[in-house]
Structures are given as C-alpha cells and as structure tokens.
C-alpha cells in the first residue's frame, strides 16, 4: 500500500478528527484485525457478526496503530480516533478512493461458480508479464474486497477482483468500489437461491457488475449458459464470449479425460493444453484465462505452461493419496449446480471403487429439500458404490438414491464409518458446503 496521511482518509470516509495533530501523521497499511496489524498502520473497527471491532482498540494501540477508525468512541483512544458513522462503510469509501489513484486495468468476477479458480488462472496468465494483484484467497465480500484494493500501489498494471453476493445490491457496492475496466460472469446457478425468487433474480443481480465497468467496458461472458443473451442485451459493444458450444469467440473441446485430469484444445489452436484437475468443468475458468491472455498478448506457449503447472487449491478439489486410498478434497463449497456435475464426472472416472460424502448444500431457502431430493434423483444412475451423506437437509439425498447409501448427522460417526469403510482402493469424493465443516473429514481419514 502507498503511504498515505490521516488527513487523505479522513477526508475521503468524512471522518471527524478531534486531535488536529493526528492529521500530518501518515498511515502505511489498513487492517481490521489485530492480530496481524503492524505498527503503522491504520485500524478500522468493524462490526461483525461475530466480533466487535470496538472491542479492540486498546489492543490495536498497544500493537503500534497510528490511529483508528471507529463509530463510537472510547475516552482514552480519543486522540487517534477518526469517527464515522459507519465504520464498514468508511473501509469501502477509503477503498474506492484509494483505487481511484491508480491506473491499474481492473477485472472484476462475479458468478454462481468458479470465481476464485477464475481469478487464479487470470493472475497466473497475466503475471507472465505483468506485475499484477488480485483478491486475497475468496476475500470477495464488502469486507474482503476494500482490504485486497489496498494491495494496489503504483508498480500494479493489473488487479482481479473477485466479487461475491447472497442478495441484490451486493455486486453494485462491490463493483461501484472496484471500478472495474472488465467484467467476468462465470455463470448463473442456484448457489444462494434462498434469498432471490429465481435464477433470473440472480442473474439480475450479477448483472450489477455491467453498469459500474468503466474505460473499455469489456464483458467476458459464458456463451453455455442460458442467460447469455440477457447479459449480452446489457453488455455495452465490448465483449468476448467462451464456452464448449459452436458459436463461441473462445470455444473449447476436451480431447482427454484421466482421472486426475484431462486435455483440451481451443478452436483455432494447434496446441493442446494439459491441465492437472479432476474435474473437467475447469475448463471454463481456463477458457475465461485463455481469452484474457490473448486480448493481452500472452503467447500460447506461456498459456500452455500456466495450464500445466497450475494446481487446485484446498477445498477445490485437491487430490490426497494415503496409502492406497484416494481422497478428493471439494470441501470448500456446494451447491446443486456444481454438486450435479461434480457427481457426474465422478461417476464417469475409471476408479476402483467411489465413495461419495455430502455435505448439506447451504442457502437453499424454501427449496432446500426440493433442491436436495433432485440430486438424489441425479445420482440414482450414476456409477458410484457408494454414497454417504451428512446433515440434516442431506437425508433427502440418500432417501432418494435409496441403495448403497448410509446417513450420519455427527461428523464423529461419519468419521468413523468411513474409517471402517476404507479397505484400499478406495477413491472419496468429498462435497459440501463451507458450513458442513467437511474438511475435518479429510483431515481425518489423512491422518488416518
């Protein structure tokens, strides 16, 4: 971050200052967390829904805070306090300043799936060539989005941010703070369908990102997907489009299929290009990356070798070999559409004997137990031995496949069930949302 003075954030979040003095000091990053802040830096109190920023102002002062943003102030913090009435909304209004020093080209990514493996393959394309920053593990929340623009400083030529929202109006603040020269939409599912009427509602709402873009108004849109001409019909004259069908400006087509990964090729290429994932629905968010690296002048030859050398992330279906068990880690998050093809991909894999594990799927709302039994209608032909759910909303999964399928509500009994279960050979796909708390289960049968 560049060095700013308090007198530059105070003005930008209208804060009040009551000891002039504060004004000249200068402030070297901004934190909301103390224990990691450094001395130097600015805190910023937020309120959570879990802890109260206020809570620790003494402590962010002991630790070398230069002053501290708050909306209700304590009697000996008074002299280094900025005070706003909103503290959440002082970190945004900062950020969005902030970024409105640089030049930085911006992407912003928004979409049902695949934001933050998105975000990923764009980094590592563009980084071939160009000193580029982005989103900080899946910071993509009005909270996490202002704290990775503050990683921005003069030596960037590019910043991906990743966008993310369970209601209408989110992407507009987001994307409104990141002012965005590009847009990605990944695609439309019925992640967080709970809190929208419709699939059409969500795509409405990712639509948000479209009005806030800026400069070129670029839009790199998904050509599979049913909303694609909604998104077009918005779409200012700038766009690119990518997906599997004929048509696309960034078409693909999987030539090989392995079981721990697969090949593919681009239209118009001669190369073809490696890629060390299970899941073969990768290749959208490697599509996305090719048609970001082209526009920018990224050779095949350094696309090629992003592809192959890029691995998956934790939680995102990271592969974990102990002794002759195979353990595929997709514990980060769930939701019907990624359920559906991760399951029907698992299905068509030449494993010895698969184990499927899943979690509840989260944010579902009055379609929960709808949403649910239709995955269990999904995986009812599928080749897989067996099928193991968790939580209380996933036993309408197992009720429906019926055979070969075994229900647990303790992550101690699942646990060990699946313990007992592990003979060799076996490979675990392992699915569920972030609140199921699954990766407990990996870390278990590892250690195991």
Same mark, same amino acid.
């Given at each position: 971050m560049e060095i700013l003075k308090i007198q530059q954030i105070a003005?930008?979040?209208?804060?009040?200052?009551?000891?002039?003095?504060?004004?000249?000091?200068?402030?070297?990053?901004?934190?909301?967390?103390?224990?990691? &802040?450094?001395?130097?830096e600015l805190f910023i109190a937020i309120r959570g829904e879990k802890h109260d920023g206020h809570k620790f102002i003494g402590q962010a002062l002991e630790k070398g805070a230069i002053a501290v943003v708050v909306d209700n102030i304590p009697d000996f913090a008074r002299n280094y306090t900025i005070r706003v009435p909103d503290t959440l909304k002082?970190?945004?209004?900062?950020?969005?300043?902030?970024? $409105?020093?640089?030049?930085?080209?911006? &992407?912003?990514?928004?979409?049902?799936?695949?934001?933050?493996?998105?975000?990923?393959?764009?980094k590592k394309t563009l980084s071939v060539r160009y000193k580029t920053t982005s989103t900080e593990g899946n910071f993509n929340n009005a909270i996490g989005l202002p704290l990775s623009i503050f990683h921005l400083d003069r030596t960037k030529e590019f910043c991906i941010l990743e966008m993310g929202m369970n209601r209408t109006g989110e992407i507009d603040y987001l994307s409104r703070i990141a002012q965005p020269q590009a847009a990605v939409i990944t695609n439309i599912g019925t992640a967080h369908i709970g809190y929208f009427n419709s699939m059409s509602a969500i795509a409405e709402a990712k639509s948000e990102i479209i009005k806030n873009l800026i400069g070129e108004k670029l839009c790199v849109l998904n050509y599979d997907s049913r909303f694609y001409n909604f998104f077009k019909q918005k779409a200012p004259a700038c766009s690119l489009s990518f997906g599997k069908k004929p048509?696309?400006?960034?078409?693909?087509l999987i030539t090989q299929e392995r079981n721990d990964s697969f090949s593919f090729y681009? #239209?118009? #290429?001669? #190369?073809?290009?490696?890629?060390?994932?299970?899941?073969?629905?990768?290749?959208?968010?490697?599509?996305?990356?090719y048609a970001i690296g082209k526009k920018f002048s990224i050779s095949t030859t350094n696309l090629k070798e992003v592809f192959e050398n890029?691995? !998956?992330? !934790?939680?995102?279906?990271?592969?974990?070999?102990?002794?002759?068990?195979?353990? &595929?880690? #997709?514990?980060?998050?769930?939701? !019907?559409?990624?359920? $559906?093809?991760?399951?029907?991909?698992?299905?068509?894999?030449?494993? $010895?004997?698969?184990?499927?594990?899943l979690g509840d799927m989260e944010e579902l709302g009055r379609l929960s137990y709808v949403l649910h039994r239709?995955?269990?209608?999904?995986?009812?032909?599928?080749?897989?031995?067996?099928?193991?759910?968790?939580?209380?909303k996933s036993k309408a999964i197992s009720q429906t496949v019926g055979k070969n399928c075994k229900h647990f509500e303790e992550i101690d009994a699942l646990n060990r069930y699946l313990s007992k279960s592990i003979k060799g050979q076996e490979t675990i796909l392992i699915k569920g949302s972030r609140a199921m708390g699954l990766e407990k289960t990996v870390e278990y049968l590892i250690q195991k």
């Open positions: 003005n930008w979040c209208t804060g009040e200052v009551f000891n002039k003095n504060l004004l000249d000091k200068k402030c070297s990053g901004i934190s909301i967390d103390t224990r990691r &802040i450094k001395k130097g002082a970190l945004g209004d900062i950020a969005f300043n902030y970024k $409105k020093m640089f030049n930085t080209y911006t &992407i912003g990514i928004t979409g049902s799936d695949g934001k933050t493996t998105t975000k990923e393959l764009i048509g696309a400006d960034v078409r693909g681009v #239209e118009g #290429e001669k #190369e073809l290009f490696n890629m060390h994932f299970w899941n073969t629905t990768i290749v959208y968010p490697a599509l996305i990356a890029i691995k !998956p992330l !934790p939680g995102r279906g990271m592969i974990h070999k102990t002794g002759n068990t195979t353990i &595929i880690d #997709e514990t980060y998050n769930c939701n !019907p559409n990624s359920l $559906k093809w991760a399951l029907y991909t698992f299905s068509r894999k030449n494993f $010895k004997k698969k184990i499927a594990v239709n995955i269990g209608l999904f995986a009812k032909n599928l080749d897989i031995d067996l099928l193991v759910t968790f939580g209380r």
